[in-house]
Every structure is written in C-alpha cells, then in structure tokens.
C-alpha cells in the first residue's frame, strides 16, 4: 500500500470515530424528549429557528444572483486593453476574441482539455481574420515568429498571473503536478468527506440553537465563497481567452517578422535621437497662400519659413519642432494646393506622417478645394485597414480680416460669442467643422501675422499636444509597414550569412 493511500485510509478512519459517538446519541437523545414530552415542542422550535437562520441566506443568494449578469458581455468585464499602437485590423481582430472570452465558460479552467479547445477556438477566429482566402490559415506563420512568440507569451502570461490570481507566487510547479495526478483520488476523497459533513450535520439536532446558527453560517459563508469562486473562475477563463487572443493578434498580424533593428534604421532617417517611435512627421497642408508658412514660423517662433503674397513654397521643407512641454516633432510644409490633379500627391504626403495641419484662410467661402483633398486622404487611408487614420487638425488663418474687419480687439469667447467678431469667428468655425466632416474641437482660429501679433497660438500647441499620443500609435503603424516591405534586403542579409558559415565548415 503506498505511503499516500495509507494517509488516506487513517483520516478516514479518525473522522469516523470522531463521528460515531455523535450518530450514537442521536437516537438516546430523541427518545429521552419523546419521554419528558418536549419532542414536539422541540420539532417546532427547531422549524422555527431553521426559517429565521436559513431564509435571509437563501434571500441573500438568490438576490446575489440576479444581480450577476447572464455573460460578461460589456467592455468594462475585458481583463486587460488592446495594443496601444494597433491597427483597425488588429481592433477588429480584438474584437472576434472578446466574443469568444464572452461566452467561454468559467469551468474551463479546471478541465485541460477543455482550455486547450477554448485556445484552438480563439486561435481560428483570428487567424481566419487576418487570412481569410487560405484554406488552413491557422499555419499562417513562420518558424522564427513561432519562437519569438512563445517567449512573448512567457513574459506576459507571467505578468498577468502576477496581477490578477491571488498567491500564484506561492504555487510550486510541483504542487500543480501533483494536483493533477492525484486528482481523481482526490475527487473521490472530496465524496466521502462531504458524506461524513452530511452525518455531522445531522448530528448537531442535538443542540438545535448551535445547530441552526451554524447551519446560517455555513449557508451564508458558502453563498459568498460561491460569489468568489465563481468571479475568479470567470477571471481565469478570460484571461485565458484574452492572452492566447492577444498572442494570435501579434502573430497573425505579421508584428513577429518584423525586424526591429530595420524599424530603429527608418526612425534614425527621419532624425530621431531618442528610441522608437522618435520625432512626429507633422504635415503642414492647404491651399496656395492659406498661411501654411506663416503657421511654420509662428511654432518655430522665428521666421524660417518664407512668406510672400504669390505661391513660395515649390517643395517640401521640413523644420525641427521642440518645445519643453512635448515631444520632439518635425514640421513637413508642402507645396499649396493649386487644384484637384495634387490631390493623389498629397494623399502620399499624408500616408508618410503622422498628424496633419490642414490651413484654411477664414475669409475664404469656397470650401470645395480643401473637402476634396480630406475625402481623398481619408479614402487612402480607409482602403488599408493596417493603418489608422492620423489625427487632423485644422487651423483657420486670419480671422481678424472677418467681419466687422476694423474691429480687433482680442480676446474673443467663442463658447459664448457677445460682439459681432466673436459670433463672425463662431460661425466660421462651424461652417468649416461642417464642410470638412471635422469635431469643431479640432477647428482652431487663429491671427497668424503680423508676427507681433499672433493670436491663439498656444491653443495649436495645446491641441498638438492632446493628439501626440495618437500620433505616436500611427508612427508606430507606419514604421512597422516600411520595415515589412524591406523583406527582400534581410534574404540578402541571411543568404550572405548563410555564406559565410558554409565558407567556415569548407575551409576549416
């Protein structure tokens, strides 16, 4: 017999004997009431004490159960949040995971086989997002993405282990080994247990006050260890579903071949000093003479850009932007917009940065011009789903030549406009959110000359730096996107490194 058995046998054997002397007395017990005649009277109290201890537990559970929702179907039951630089693609992919974690059920967690099919499941739905032409998109990936994978998984399972189940630090990886291989024994181990806790209960009638109050207790102490269980089952299912969900995202996406040190080479070109994802492209746009380089020139605080009353600017130029607050940033200005033949031009532009200015003079009606090139830019954008669209601001330019023009007198409430300038600049504002398809939030109005003069300036700045974040995330999108087009230049890299060991075994 072996050592564990045995173990088994001598607490059985010890809780039978605790046991006996009680199912013993039991019968002794009823027969003495039934002979003084307090049988019924006890009956009655003992009914009455159970209705008192057990009725506010049963009232309290089942309130507690109409409370909990039917699946974790809401945004706010998701364990952990997307990738913070991912594309609509990777968000819809989110998505498809979410809806299995919703309905996966909580007890998957103690049945292996069961995970593993939740895993294959999510696993599916993701690879047949991102590869829904191939006839077995599951092995969508390449060797080293596999591995990479895998030692992402490790690092990030761990942290969320760490993070969301209580005393995972404490278990040993032999404690759950063993666990496993012992559990039927335990399972059978758990019915004897719960047959001699039966017998027990039975036995406290002796008592009936102590009885009854334990027997609350239990109920009421069980129905909150049930809320617990429950709630961490359900956690665990999820977090299950998410990191696998997650895992399938970065490799189905093709974020594994991605060769970081080529994403740091394209970043070093556009002057980066500092790491992933460096200075923004931010692209200075708008028609011929809106004020595209007065603009340049009022955030640099110098006049770098030339300003004139024909069209100046023939070509790109590109400025440093720093400032103490923000990030660093580079300031693209381009060739104003003369008619619809730029628009495919400046769609590129657009595809290569990472936020837009849009310059619109605000005395200027027709619109027609500028809401082509933003329908234009958005269409590019729209047709490839690996990118975001990059946040648009549009800044409207000499709004001190609006109606009544003499009258300047700075500064205006535009939220509550009093004086017929500040209801000018609100209408100009909301007639140029409107045309455009723009939040009249990211409309700005601004004096841009003469330079000592300048009005609402710090208002660019500050939107700026509300939308860098966002920016940053479609940076990211965009440096990941030219370094997966380079893959032709790493099987150079690897067929020359391929060479050299060759060369090594031949001669050595």
């Known amino acids: ?16 004997l605790l046991v006996l002397p009680f ?5 002794l017990g009823l027969l003495w009431l039934w002979q003084q005649g307090w049988l019924l009277w006890w009956l009655l109290g003992a009914a009455v004490l159970a209705a008192v201890g057990y009725l506010p537990a049963l009232w309290m559970r ?25 594309s609509p693609r990777d968000l819809d992919a989110w998505q498809e995971v979410q809806s299995v974690a919703a309905s996966v059920d909580r007890d998957i967690v103690t049945d292996r086989d069961r995970l593993l099919a939740a895993a294959r499941q999510t696993i599916e739905r993701v690879a047949t997002h991102y590869h829904p032409e191939d006839r077995d998109p599951v092995w969508s990936f390449t060797v080293p993405e596999l591995l990479l994978l895998t030692e992402r998984v490790s690092i990030r399972l761990r942290m969320v282990l760490l993070d969301h189940v ?10 759950l080994l063993r666990i496993w291989e012992y559990k039927p024994m335990a399972a059978t181990g758990m019915k004897v247990f719960r047959h001699l806790h039966n017998a027990w209960r039975v036995t406290r009638i002796a008592n009936p006050m102590a009885a009854l109050l334990a027997e ?14 429950d709630y961490l089952r359900t956690q665990g299912a999820r977090i299950w579903v998410e990191e696998v969900g997650r895992a399938a995202i ?3 996406s093709g974020r594994l071949r991605l060769d970081t040190d080529e994403i740091r080479k394209l970043a070093a070109r556009e002057e980066a000093e500092s790491v992933l994802p460096g200075p923004l492209r931010i692209l200075i746009a708008g028609r011929v003479n809106a004020g595209k380089s007065s603009l340049v020139n009022a955030l640099l605080g110098e006049p770098a850009a030339g300003v004139a009353a024909s069209r100046l600017t023939t070509r790109d130029s590109s400025y440093r932007l720093r400032r103490d607050d923000l990030p ?18 400046l769609a590129e532009r657009a595809w290569d940065s990472d936020l837009l200015l849009w310059v619109i003079p605000a005395d200027a009606p027709a619109r027609a011009l500028d809401r082509g090139a933003m329908e234009v830019i958005r269409g590019r954008f729209s047709a490839d789903p690996r990118r975001s669209l990059i946040p648009i601001l549009v800044v409207l330019a000499g709004i001190d030549r609006l109606p009544p023009a003499q009258e300047w007198e700075p500064p205006y409430d535009i939220d509550q406009p009093a004086g017929p300038k500040a209801r000018s600049i609100r209408a100009a504002i909301d007639t140029t959110a409107g045309e455009l398809g723009i939040d009249v939030q990211d409309v700005i109005a601004v004096r ?49 490194g391929a060479g050299r060991l060759l060369k090594r075994r031949v001669i050595g």
């Open 1 to 16: 017999m072996s050592d564990l058995l045995r173990r088994w046998v001598a607490m059985l054997w010890g809780m039978s």
């Open 23 to 27: 199912l013993l007395l039991l019968p």
């Open 62 to 86: 089942r309130r507690a159960g109409k409370g909990k929702p039917e699946s974790p179907t809401d945004e706010e039951a998701a364990v952990s949040e997307p990738g913070e630089d991912w």
């Open 166 to 175: 209580p005393a995972v630090h404490m278990v040993e990886a032999g404690h």
């Open 216 to 229: 609350a207790r239990q109920r009421i102490v069980g129905a909150t260890l049930s809320e617990a269980g």
């Open 250 to 252: 970065e490799l189905y």
């Open 328 to 345: 660093e940033g580079l300031l693209v200005d381009t060739p104003g917009l003369g008619a619809p033949d730029d628009f495919e031009r």
């Open 448 to 496: 841009l000359d003469p330079p000592d003069q300048l009005y609402n300036i710090d208002l660019v700045w500050a939107l700026l730096g509300a939308r860098y974040q966002e920016a940053r995330r479609c940076r990211a999108q965009r440096l990941q996107l030219q370094a997966s087009s380079r893959d032709w230049k790493r099987l150079l890299h690897q067929a020359a």
